[in-house]
């Protein structure tokens, strides 16, 4: 699994699993359980070319990001990383 560490906000990690451009699995460590259980269960087995337009941008209160966010910068990361 690839680690970014995030910035801004309280999930301070996200690990991503990819197959090519498929999310496989995702674990956040730190951040609201609940709601990232739910963004997993819903980016799962979906392409990171349909996922990133769709979470980032969207913020979390005055933050500037958020956990979904972050997460489209750790699929660009680990999507780099597998294929440089």
């Not at 337009?53 to 990001?65: A, F, S, V, Y």
């Amino acid at each position: 699994m690839f680690e970014y560490l995030t910035t801004g906000t309280c999930c301070r990690k996200i690990s991503v699993k990819l197959d090519g451009k498929i999310i496989e699995d995702l674990e956040f460590d730190g951040g609201c359980n609940g709601n990232l259980k739910a963004v997993k269960r819903l980016v799962v087995g979906h392409s990171i070319d349909e996922i990133i337009p769709i979470l980032r941008g969207n913020l979390c209160k005055n933050k500037g990001t958020s956990c979904a966010d972050q997460l489209t910068y750790a699929l660009e990361a680990a999507y780099k990383d597998a294929n440089p």
